[in-house]
């Protein structure tokens, strides 16, 4: 019996275990949750890691923001002439405001606008012309040093280490002749194709001016009027935040790159002088308007430079040219750029070539000048957004 009261009451234990309850403690209860604290499932999308969500999420906007710029370069260039046009007037009044408003104390405001851009137009017309007349003085000793210098490449080109034989520097003059000869009629209607760009570069220029003369009288009206009839009241401070920043940077980067090309135009002409090299004159101008595209313009520039000292004054004189290149690039890249332009412009140097090759590839010659200064007016427009507005107390 007492075998049999054991195994009733093991019994009774197992059937209690298998429903979930253990002697001597107390009876579980099932509590149903509501709909609207159930845990919501986790959807297939974000059951991927986190680095991969953050780099989608970063992908797709990169693909915006591309999309967008690829939209504006497309818009700018099908109105490429008035861009530039804008873009020359932007800079002849970053360069004669100062101008401007310091005759405007003596002067009337139209006066002073005049005299600063008449002036700046006799400036520009009577070095030109200087530069024709040394030319034009010089032309017919310039050809024979020409002459000359051909003939001593060819003889430097004979002996070691290069040993080329007369019959292929002729080879290569009746190639040249030949390839003229059968491609006449294609350079003939590049020429001439070129004189619509000389048509539209009059017709840019002549825009730049009048736009200038509006930007140097009434540029602070203008952005006035921009301000208050196209902008809702919210996004007036911070439209005019970011319009101050960029012209604060547009303006010290033009005055500043101004600064360097005219101290490498300097040196330059005065090592060409020293090194009696023809056209010394020219090539400064050329040194001058080629430091505008940064890191390349000046060794272009000294590499024509160089063959002219070559075939004008011999292999010495182009080495000295040579030397000249190394210390006016170590000058402008370790001296000049950072002591003008850092309280202008703030990008590092591979920001800067970058921007340099993006803009050749995209519009030329133009797009490698205005690269520099559109990054550097990006760059201050988006610092001057994530900065925070000054409060009202400020001055």
Do not use: C
């Amino acid at each position: 019996m007492v075998g049999d009261a054991r195994r009733r009451v093991a019994g009774r234990g197992g059937r209690r275990r298998a429903a979930g309850v253990v002697l001597g403690s107390r009876p579980a209860y099932w509590v149903r949750l509501s709909a609207a604290h159930r845990p919501e499932p986790v959807p297939p999308a974000e059951r991927t890691v986190p680095w991969l969500r953050v780099a989608a999420a970063y992908a797709w906007r990169l693909i915006v923001v591309g999309v967008g710029v690829y939209g504006v370069f497309s818009v700018l260039g099908s109105f490429q002439l008035i861009a530039v046009a804008l873009f020359l007037a932007l800079v002849v009044t970053s360069v004669l405001r100062p101008l401007t408003d310091l005759l405007a104390r003596y002067l009337p405001r139209p006066l002073s606008v005049a005299v600063a851009l008449v002036g700046s137009l006799v400036l520009l017309l009577g070095l030109l012309a200087l530069v024709g007349s040394a030319v034009a003085g010089e032309s017919d000793r310039l050809t024979g040093e020409f002459r000359g210098g051909v003939h001593r490449i060819e003889e430097w080109l004979r002996r070691p280490p290069f040993r080329l034989g007369p019959d292929a520097l002729s080879e290569l003059q009746r190639q040249v002749t030949k390839y003229v000869a059968a491609h006449r009629a294609s350079l003939l209607s590049s020429a001439v194709s070129q004189l619509g760009r000389v048509v539209e570069l009059v017709t840019g220029g002549a825009l730049a001016l009048f736009a200038s003369v509006f930007f140097l009288h009434s540029g602070e009206r203008l952005w006035g009027w921009v301000s208050e009839r196209l902008l809702p009241s919210a996004a007036r401070p911070v439209w005019d935040r970011a319009g101050r920043a960029a012209w604060r940077t547009f303006s010290g980067y033009t005055r500043g790159i101004i600064i360097v090309a005219g101290t490498n135009a300097v040196l330059v002409g005065v090592v060409l002088l020293v090194l009696r090299v023809p056209l010394a004159l020219p090539l400064t101008l050329l040194e001058f308007f080629a430091a505008f595209v940064p890191l390349v313009g000046s060794p272009v520039a000294l590499g024509v430079a160089t063959v002219v000292a070559l075939a004008g004054r011999g292999p010495l004189t182009a080495a000295g040219v040579l030397v000249l290149i190394v210390v006016i690039g170590q000058l402008e890249g370790h001296v000049l750029h950072p002591l003008v332009m850092s309280w202008a412009v703030r990008l590092h140097p591979l920001v800067v070539a970058v921007s340099v090759i993006a803009g050749s590839i995209v519009a030329g010659v133009i797009g490698a000048v205005v690269a520099v200064p559109l990054v550097s007016v990006v760059w201050a427009v988006l610092d001057a957004l994530r900065s925070e507005p000054p409060s009202a107390a400020e001055p």
